[in-house]
């Protein structure tokens, strides 16, 4: 649910699950072949898990971040992983990259700069749940276009600074 304002997009567990879902049938829909799926660590775990399902292509992760002060919300310099994990060989031929959103798309730019330098890697698409409007990178896919710029409350975000403690309350009687 938008607020009000614009500022602010609260997603449930079932939204997340929907456009999650959503998303995999805007890829197949356009009809692109793909040999693996590589997801960008950790938002586009999720989604890149659950095309990795449904594709039933092996799946790759990437780690990046630029989120670093208050909680993660302030973006601070941009960190790529040296290496690519895979399940076996090196990633290569045509390429699905994964990510929950396109915010900045600072992060997304950069890295598609990076694997269309890969010589291994033939074609290279990407696709994410969320697209703002003013993002600098427009994903191949994605499901909803924000015309504002709204923070993203993702359901999993209950997890962020909980600790085993915290959790552990939840199961006590």
């Not at 793909?34 to 997801?39: K, Y």
């Amino acid at each position: 649910m938008l607020t009000d304002d614009g500022k602010h997009l609260y997603v449930s567990w079932d939204e997340y699950h929907l456009l999650t879902e959503r998303l995999a049938l805007k890829v197949h829909a356009s009809g692109w072949q793909f040999d693996q799926i590589l997801c960008l660590a950790r938002g586009g775990m999720r989604p890149g898990d659950v095309l990795s399902r449904v594709f039933d292509k092996p799946l790759g992760i990437m780690s990046t971040s630029s989120y670093r002060a208050e909680a993660g919300t302030i973006q601070g310099r941009l960190d790529m992983a040296k290496y690519i994990t895979m399940p076996k060989g090196e990633l290569a031929g045509r390429v699905l990259l994964v990510d929950d959103l396109a915010d900045s798309g600072v992060t997304l730019k950069a890295v598609v700069e990076r694997l269309r330098g890969m010589p291994s890697i033939t074609e290279l698409r990407s696709a994410v749940i969320w697209t703002k409007k003013v993002s600098a990178y427009t994903p191949d896919y994605y499901c909803e276009m924000l015309e504002t710029s709204p923070w993203i409350h993702q359901p999993f975000e209950e997890y962020d600074g909980m600790g085993p403690e915290l959790l552990a309350k939840k199961f006590a009687v």
